[in-house]
């Protein structure tokens, strides 16, 4: 009846349908993606976009005020992460498994960086997953990423 | 020695813990600013942990052999074994091949048990002639 206001992924009630843009206000107001100040940015059926706006605390590069990795991987860890619960349409517990990142060019400093995070196969126990950051031009993505991970309590499917 | 971990180590709280043999070993407090889900470490946060280890393990090798060279990340691959919980994160890189222009640096992570990394990572990085 008057369920407390759900603070956590975890507190949503079960049977509701997986929103990236309603669920990120969980995901990126606390923790590391809070912290970082990861945004929703756009959607779609298996696809999510996240917006992680550059700031001088998040530089690798102290010289050339490029990001560190860091920051990227989280943001590609978040937006594939939702990308699975947006195609498996509800919400569940998971883990990484593994995330590899290849570093095509330098994000320019000062730019928004978007990360688009698609769940191309999703298994009972295993979700596939890739996805590009870029800061511009979507066609000269700074950071491809593959990925997988793993259903810890129950079944994607 | 800790004025050579660049912004981002900083404003995590990354910093070198020990010098193990002739390597650096870092570390990071758990915090909200390193939180994933509730209770654990945000992978991203741990992925950037283990950038900083293997940056710093290459940095101290290139000393070593009195050489100097800007780095630029190729890639990197990160196995997440464990979940990080809500207590101190330990990490090391180790220099596994550095020729002239490129290094391949792997690193691993770990909480109370250096036995038993929580997880790993392989890095690629350019190598270019330093100032």
């Given at each position: 009846m008057n369920d407390p206001e759900p603070k956590t992924l975890m507190d949503l009630p079960p049977g509701f349908v997986f929103d990236p843009a309603r669920a990120s206000k969980f995901t990126t107001r606390h923790g590391h993606g809070g912290w970082l100040g990861i945004a929703y940015h756009a959607h779609g059926p298996d696809w999510v976009e996240l917006a992680l706006p550059w700031r001088e605390e998040l530089v690798g590069v102290a010289e050339t005020g490029v990001l560190a990795s860091g920051p990227i991987i989280s943001l590609m860890d978040n937006a594939t992460s939702m990308a699975v619960w947006t195609l498996a349409g509800r919400f569940m517990p998971h883990a990484t498994l593994d995330l590899r990142v290849d570093y095509m060019r330098a994000a320019v400093p000062g730019r928004t960086l978007i990360g688009r995070g698609e769940c191309y196969k999703l298994t009972r126990q295993i979700a596939f997953i890739r996805g590009i950051a870029y800061d511009d031009d979507p066609d000269d993505p700074v950071a491809h990423v593959t990925g997988t991970f793993m259903a810890t309590h129950g079944t994607y499917l | 020695m800790d004025t050579d971990l660049p912004p981002y180590a900083h404003a995590l709280g990354i910093t070198i813990d020990h010098v193990a043999g002739e390597n650096p070993v870092l570390s990071m407090d758990f915090g909200e600013r390193v939180q994933g889900r509730p209770g654990f470490l945000h992978g991203g946060a741990l992925s950037g942990l283990m950038e900083m280890a293997a940056v710093a393990a290459l940095r101290a090798e290139l000393a070593r052999r009195g050489e100097s060279a800007n780095l630029k990340p190729v890639n990197v691959q990160v196995e997440f074994m464990r979940g990080g919980t809500e207590q101190r994160t330990f990490a090391a890189g180790r220099v596994t091949r550095a020729g002239r222009r490129v290094a391949l640096v792997n690193a691993e992570c770990w909480q109370d048990?250096?036995?038993?990394?929580?997880a790993l990572a392989q890095m690629k990085i350019l190598l270019s002639p330093g100032d």
């Open positions: - | 048990d250096p036995a038993k990394p929580i």
